[in-house]
């Protein structure tokens, strides 16, 4: 079955630095785009960014632009989401997902599978 499994979360202060993870299995990898994404309590789920099949095409949210930087390994199975000048506004439980379809789109229904979570605390 399809899996996606994130990691690299944790406890960063302010102005830290973290890299996700998520593992992707079950899947073609390469013929699919993936995001990440982000909830903080009580509210809606926000995307970050996005990034092509190939890697060659990146989306960012104006939230984390020049912030955050997502990569890819199809090597790998793995999409990478390297975390920059953290701020508490930031913790939330970051997931990745996987969208065959060929739009770019930053709404979370468009996407296919979605991973469980991986908790970031940025405290201040």
């Known amino acids: 079955q399809v899996q996606l499994v994130e990691s690299g979360g944790g406890l960063v202060q302010a102005g830290g630095s973290l890299r996700l993870s998520c593992e992707v299995s079950?899947?073609?990898?390469?013929?699919?785009?993936m995001g990440w994404f982000r909830q903080a309590p009580g509210k809606e789920r926000d995307f970050l960014a996005r990034?092509?099949?190939?890697?060659?095409?990146?989306y960012y949210a104006d939230s984390v632009k020049g912030r955050f930087t997502i990569s890819r390994d199809n090597a790998k199975n793995t999409v990478f989401l390297q975390m920059n000048s953290l701020k508490p506004e930031d913790t939330a439980v970051y997931y990745c997902?996987?969208?065959?379809?060929?739009?770019?789109?930053?709404?979370?229904?468009?996407?296919?599978?979605w991973g469980q979570g991986t908790q970031v605390t940025v405290s201040s």
């Open positions: 079950g899947l073609t990898f390469s013929s699919f785009a």
């Open positions: 990034i092509t099949r190939s890697g060659a095409n990146t």
């Open positions: 997902a996987a969208d065959s379809g060929r739009l770019p789109t930053t709404r979370g229904q468009r996407y296919d599978y």
